[in-house]
């Protein structure tokens, strides 16, 4: 069962009305996007998924409540060029981007590794690269490289000599393998701390799906898409995601800087942005879905 995380929040601090025009960038399985529907009886909501079983999932639950949508089928790395094709600017956007529980507890997709099944981790099951590539071809560098820069794993070159050894015998097909060859590459302490495949495991579905530069990429365009008095709320589960945005929104809501301290900043170098909201989910929603504890939700508004 997947629940969202941060949900009344994020849904909060949209701050929408009856006629809002709203960007859901990752539909899922629905959670936020059921919730904006309701909200906004007389708008519409464009909503971005590349996942095909998702939007399988999410279609007959946003007709449940209402026909004012669309599902836009691709990355949300198209954003501002599927929107504008469309509609000038828009009330509000959503990025919601933890990966969803049925996407990890479907085995055969290829995240968990709890769950044996071929290494894939692909969110878009049309693209090639898959983890069995980055596994199986990417040379020792490059592991390393991915590991520490995405995984911020300290035993990232250990393991990566084991995942290259281990294939000189024979390719690494699935999870379990890999988790398995992973576990005897870190020292017995490491492995009691937490399950030593997890940050591993991250950074390679990372690097398949090319995720940070594609968030980068999506929030920038966001900005430009927003109305003014609109609204950009980001929930992100790890550090590398909420850097990205962390950076982005400080620099579009700061002054230049030599003209930080002037008594009054001029109108046309007053930031376009101001940022509304920096928070983490409450107790009770940790205790309550476990999934919760490495979340953050950040909202900018245009000035």
Same mark, same amino acid.
Do not use: W
């Given at each position: ?42 708008? %519409? ?12 999932? !999410? ?41 969803? =529980? ?8 290829? %995240? ?15 693209? =090639? ?9 990417? @040379? ?17 070159? =250990?393991? !990566? ?17 890999? !988790? ?6 870190? @020292? ?5 701390? =937490?399950? @030593? ?20 990429? !999506? ?46 900043? @001029? ?37």
């Amino acid at each position: 069962m997947h629940e969202s995380v941060l949900l009344t929040e994020s849904i909060d601090y949209l701050n929408l009305n009856k006629a809002s025009i709203v960007v859901d960038c990752t539909l899922g399985y629905g959670g936020h996007s059921s919730h904006i529907l309701k909200k906004i009886p007389n708008g %519409f909501l464009y909503a971005f998924d590349q996942d095909s079983e998702a939007i399988k999932k !999410a279609n007959p639950k946003l007709k449940a409540i209402g026909n004012n949508y669309e599902i836009i089928n691709t990355n949300f790395v198209n954003l501002k060029e599927e929107i504008t094709k469309r509609i000038d600017k828009v009330d509000g956007i959503l990025f919601d981007l933890g990966v969803s =529980s049925p996407q990890l507890d479907e085995a055969d997709r290829g %995240f968990s590794f709890h769950k044996d099944s071929k290494l894939d981790m692909r969110m878009n099951q049309n693209q =090639s690269l898959t983890a069995y590539d980055v596994v199986n071809t990417y @040379p020792l560098n490059k592991l390393i490289q991915i590991f520490k820069t995405y995984g911020e794993e300290k035993y990232a070159k =250990s393991i !990566a000599l084991g995942i290259t050894k281990e294939r000189e015998k024979a390719p690494i097909e699935t999870t379990l393998q890999l !988790a398995e060859i992973i576990k005897q590459n870190v @020292p017995e302490k490491y492995r009691k701390k =937490s399950h @030593p495949a997890r940050k591993v495991f991250q950074a390679i579905r990372i690097e398949v799906n090319d995720e940070l530069n594609v968030f980068e990429k !999506a929030l920038k365009d966001a900005l430009n898409i927003i109305k003014p008095k609109g609204r950009i709320c980001v929930i992100t589960f790890h550090s590398l995601e909420d850097r990205i945005c962390k950076q982005i929104f400080k620099q579009v809501s700061t002054p230049p800087k030599e003209l930080q301290n002037l008594p009054v900043i @001029p109108d046309e170098y007053k930031p376009k942005y101001k940022i509304i909201a920096n928070i983490k989910p409450k107790d009770s929603e940790i205790s309550h879905n476990n999934r919760a504890r490495s979340a953050r939700l950040r909202v900018i508004e245009r000035s």
